[in-house]
């Protein structure tokens, strides 16, 4: 593919570069910038893809679209069974997670938060081509925000988000409302607990609050299962018009969201800070088009699903919501089923599978 061998000779070259797919489209975009500088942003004025992260501390990287590039790449029929990379791979540091969690609910027992999103990072020794695993990962997700980011400041990062955090136009904005976890079982309609369905609302609740104020009245639409790879997620689309706000406000009122963070956002972020163990950077913040096309729209996805190829290493990131009656074992395992959404495609570009 012609879009891919310009890639490679931009990687190489050590400049920085984004690669692209919207969910249930055909078409890669490319922004490719033609110096190394780190661009950022603070206001949001600009234009070109943003990749922003959890917390304060890091830039709002920016890729400058000195030149864009489409490709259409076919994709259709090619996903590959879903399997573990290793038999025990993502399964260390148990004891230590569900110690965080027991430590995490006793917090919210405590009616000191009402839900906290618990993540770990999961490193392995492996240094993929990273071009062939993402047309992998193009593959075996059809339905997410696929993105593939180079900079020489961060390494890569690569993910296959289900989430959008704000699509934002002159007259509407929209957003997701994502929570709930369960394997997709072929043949068998998903059955969604009382835990589950706690958790979707208190992100929906969140939205319709952060939003106050800011746009006319919400539309919002029922909430149905989405899936996602070999993953379901309970979804509720909120939209409104008659914006009173600019796009910045509108990002720093939904980010970061319950489904990343947790309940109250702010106290929820600290206590992670605190607490988690090791910082996320990118992972759980935002990233996309920013001011993009004649209309000047944003689309920005919530940055799961991901990983960072950095230093000869590959680095997953995985987490689950905690809320009232969670149970630790079944959290771990969430973040178990979550890692092999990312950790299969090391198996599937090592066999040749892609």
Same mark, same amino acid.
């Given at each position: 593919?012609?879009?891919?061998?310009?890639?490679?000779?931009?990687?190489?070259?050590?400049?920085?570069?984004?690669?692209?797919?919207?969910?249930?489209?055909?078409?890669?975009?490319?922004?490719?910038?033609?110096? !190394?500088?780190?661009?950022?942003?603070?206001?949001?004025?600009?234009?070109?893809?943003?990749?922003?992260?959890?917390? +304060?501390?890091?830039?709002?990287?920016?890729?400058?679209?000195?030149?864009?590039?489409?490709?259409?790449?076919?994709?259709?029929?090619? $996903?590959?069974?879903?399997?573990?990379?290793? +038999?025990?791979? @993502?399964?260390?540091?148990?004891?230590?997670?569900?110690? /965080?969690?027991?430590?995490?609910?006793?917090?919210?027992? *405590?009616?000191?938060?009402?839900?906290?999103?618990?993540?770990?990072?999961?490193?392995?020794?492996?240094?993929?081509?990273?071009?062939?695993?993402?047309?992998?990962?193009?593959?075996?997700?059809? %339905?997410?925000?696929?993105?593939?980011?180079?900079?020489?400041?961060?390494?890569?990062?690569?993910?296959?988000?289900? +989430?959008?955090?704000?699509?934002?136009?002159?007259?509407?904005?929209?957003?997701?409302?994502? *929570?709930?976890?369960?394997?997709?079982?072929?043949?068998?309609?998903?059955?969604?607990?009382?835990?589950?369905?706690?958790?979707?609302?208190?992100?929906?609740?969140?939205?319709?609050? *952060?939003?106050?104020?800011?746009?006319?009245?919400?539309?919002?639409?029922?909430?149905?299962?989405?899936?996602?790879?070999?993953?379901?997620?309970?979804?509720?689309?909120?939209?409104?018009?008659?914006?009173?706000? @600019?796009? $910045?406000?509108?990002?720093?009122?939904?980010?970061?969201?319950?489904?990343?963070?947790?309940?109250?956002?702010?106290? *929820? /972020?600290?206590?992670?800070?605190?607490?988690?163990?090791?910082?996320?950077?990118?992972?759980? @913040?935002?990233?996309? %088009?920013?001011?993009?096309? %004649?209309?000047?729209?944003?689309?920005?996805?919530?940055?799961?699903?991901?990983?960072?190829?950095? !230093?000869?290493?590959?680095?997953?990131?995985?987490?689950?919501?905690?809320? +009232?009656?969670?149970?630790?074992?079944?959290?771990?395992?969430?973040?178990?089923?979550?890692?092999?959404?990312?950790?299969?495609?090391?198996?599937?570009?090592?066999?040749?599978?892609?």
């Amino acid at each position: 593919m012609e879009l891919f061998n310009r890639l490679k000779k931009h990687y190489r070259e050590g400049l920085p570069f984004v690669l692209y797919r919207k969910p249930g489209s055909s078409v890669c975009t490319a922004l490719m910038q033609n110096s !190394d500088s780190l661009d950022t942003t603070v206001d949001f004025s600009e234009t070109g893809f943003v990749m922003a992260p959890f917390s +304060e501390g890091l830039p709002v990287i920016r890729v400058r679209p000195d030149e864009v590039l489409t490709e259409k790449i076919r994709t259709a029929g090619d $996903r590959m069974p879903f399997s573990r990379f290793m +038999e025990h791979s @993502g399964q260390s540091g148990k004891a230590e997670y569900i110690d /965080r969690v027991r430590k995490a609910l006793e917090v919210i027992k *405590a009616k000191e938060l009402q839900k906290i999103v618990l993540s770990r990072k999961i490193s392995i020794n492996l240094k993929p081509d990273p071009f062939y695993t993402f047309q992998v990962l193009l593959r075996q997700f059809p %339905e997410a925000f696929c993105y593939f980011l180079y900079h020489q400041k961060t390494g890569i990062w690569m993910g296959a988000s289900p +989430e959008t955090l704000l699509r934002y136009g002159k007259d509407e904005i929209s957003t997701v409302s994502l *929570a709930g976890t369960q394997k997709a079982v072929k043949g068998m309609d998903p059955v969604w607990s009382t835990k589950e369905k706690k958790e979707q609302a208190y992100v929906t609740r969140f939205i319709e609050q *952060a939003l106050d104020g800011l746009a006319g009245s919400l539309d919002i639409s029922g909430t149905e299962t989405a899936k996602a790879g070999n993953l379901l997620h309970l979804k509720t689309v909120i939209r409104a018009g008659d914006l009173k706000a @600019g796009l $910045r406000q509108f990002i720093h009122a939904l980010h970061p969201t319950p489904a990343v963070c947790g309940i109250p956002a702010d106290k *929820a /972020r600290a206590y992670l800070l605190a607490n988690e163990g090791y910082p996320r950077a990118y992972y759980t @913040g935002y990233l996309g %088009e920013l001011n993009w096309n %004649e209309d000047r729209n944003s689309h920005l996805f919530v940055n799961l699903r991901c990983m960072n190829l950095l !230093d000869d290493q590959v680095h997953v990131y995985v987490g689950g919501g905690l809320v +009232e009656g969670s149970d630790p074992e079944q959290e771990w395992q969430e973040t178990v089923n979550k890692s092999e959404s990312m950790l299969h495609l090391f198996r599937n570009s090592a066999e040749g599978l892609g």
